[in-house]
T-cell receptor, first 118, second 106 residues
């Protein structure tokens, strides 16, 4: 199976602009999660989508939003970009059948989108 | 946000030395996973532990899950330069450990 793909791989924007990132999960995976990774903050959970619905949300401001399409592809949008939004944005998909309330699903990560805000 | 704590944050070792990273949670975990992220890469799944006290090995890597299912460790024997990267544990839904960055000095 093809892995998780993300586009674009690199992006440069200026403060105040908005950006849309795209993620295509592994075929058959219905859950897509987004993470922000910065050098000092590790992997920060943004949100998770399952069957076109946001199922879980991390502690990020409303400028960060996302959606999932019927084919499980997902997009995340960041509006009014700030310098601090410069980061590697990773999406990960997980396999169906593992969505239990307490267990931790295996995450299959894409290569990420490196966003630089100037 | 919710995070599982990992120590140490950074570790430099001479090639051939052993390395251990520890993952600690304040709550009981249903299961725990370990991931490795090479420099410039993305996290890659290594292994999952489910049972209390479970120990699994992958060549020079040994993974342990604590008896109380609140902590875990990853031990690498005789490190090699190919072991360089950041190791994350993942035990709480979508929250990853803070990561341990391993540098191996040839």
């Amino acid at each position: 199976k093809a892995g998780v793909t993300q586009t674009p791989r690199y992006l440069i924007k200026t403060r105040g602009q908005q950006v849309t990132l795209s993620c295509s999960p592994i075929s058959g995976h219905r859950s897509v999660s987004w993470y922000q990774q910065t050098p000092g903050q590790g992997l920060q959970f943004l949100f998770e989508y399952f069957s076109e619905t946001q199922r879980n949300k991390g502690n990020f401001p409303g400028r960060f939003s996302g959606r999932q399409f019927s084919n499980s592809r997902s997009e995340m949008n960041v509006s009014t970009l700030e310098l601090g939004d410069s980061a590697l944005y990773l999406c990960a998909s997980s396999s169906p059948g593992q969505e239990t309330l307490f267990s931790t699903d295996t995450q299959y990560f894409g290569p990420g989108t490196r966003l630089t805000v100037l | 946000g919710q995070q599982v704590m990992q120590i140490p944050q950074y570790q430099h070792v001479q090639e051939g030395e052993d390395f251990t990273t520890y993952c600690n949670s304040s709550t009981t975990l249903s299961n725990i996973q370990w991931y490795k992220q090479r420099p410039g890469g993305h996290p890659v799944f290594l292994i999952q532990l489910v049972k209390s006290g479970e120990v699994k090995k992958q060549k020079r890597l040994t993974f342990q899950f604590g008896e109380a299912k609140k902590n875990s460790s990853l031990h690498i024997t005789a490190t090699q330069t190919t072991d360089v990267g950041t190791y994350f544990c993942h035990g709480n839904q979508f929250y990853f450990g803070t990561g341990t960055s391993l540098t191996v000095i040839p």
